[in-house]
């Protein structure tokens, strides 16, 4: 799970809270204004989160903004790992270092961001910045089926 926050039309700040499979592959979106903390928006992710249709998902790695819903995660089967920096603040080494297994929702942010439609929030609902996720992604998809065709 990751957050990515937009500014909508109305002024609104929108964060973007989505889970993947380890392909990068979209299997839920949760959009809410950004004044809701990272565990409440993750609640509700994992709360709409329907397994039947993954019945292989097993694990869930999150952010540390997370950690809380280990309880939540333990509810739905799932094991829940916190990706967080191995080292202190302190003792960290300059520059960028991706974390094993959360460079994948970043990737997929990054799939989103060039459609044109989710680049930025042109929508006033967050459930119609839901939607275009999933077509977004989608669309996605059927490009790769196409070409690999």
């Known amino acids: 799970m990751q ?4 500014v909508s039309p109305q002024g609104l700040i929108l964060q973007r809270q989505i889970v993947t499979d380890t392909g990068g592959r979209l299997l839920r979106v ?3 204004p950004a004044n809701v903390h990272d565990r409440w928006g993750g609640k509700a992710l994992l ?11 097993r694990k869930v790695y999150v952010d ?5 819903l280990r309880r939540e995660a333990e509810g739905l089967g799932l094991e829940l790992e916190v990706v967080a920096h191995p080292l202190p603040e ?7 270092k991706p974390l094993p297994k959360r460079w994948v929702v970043e990737r997929t942010f990054a799939w989103m961001g060039r459609n044109r439609r989710l680049g930025k929030d042109y929508e006033y609902h967050p459930e119609v910045t839901e939607a275009w996720m999933y077509l977004g992604m989608i669309h996605l998809l059927v490009k790769r089926l196409a070409s690999a065709a």
């Open 64 to 68: 540390f903004g997370y950690r809380g």
């Open 30 to 32: 949760h959009v809410h």
């Open 3 to 6: 957050v990515k926050g937009r």
């Open 90 to 96: 302190t003792e960290r080494v300059k520059g960028f």
């Open 47 to 57: 709360g709409g989160l329907e397994l039947r249709h993954w019945p292989r998902v």
